[in-house]
């Protein structure tokens, strides 16, 4: 089974550099731009819970499951199925 990971860029505690690629990308709302951005800042080992996402943010489970999707129609996560839903 392939570990679910998001494409990042190195980070620290303070701050998370975003690839520039990703927030330029014409593919992608601004909806999926911002996932992805937190997503970036999550710790490497932190396990993904979809429910929690949409549970802590303002955006509905429609909204997350399109922004989703793009980032994955995309190439920006790797083995998303089998992240928790």
């Not at 593919?27 to 996932?35: E, P, Y």
Request: glycine share 6%.
């Amino acid at each position: 089974m392939q570990e679910p990971r998001i494409i990042k860029s190195k980070k620290n505690s303070k701050f998370t550099t975003v690839f520039n690629i990703v927030l330029n990308n014409e593919n992608l709302s601004l909806a999926a731009k911002g996932l992805y951005c937190y997503l970036t800042s999550l710790p490497d080992d932190w396990v993904i819970y979809k429910n929690e996402i949409i549970k802590h943010h303002k955006n509905g489970r429609s909204s997350f499951g399109s922004a989703w999707d793009e980032l994955e129609e995309n190439g920006y996560l790797v083995g998303a199925d089998i992240f928790i839903t």
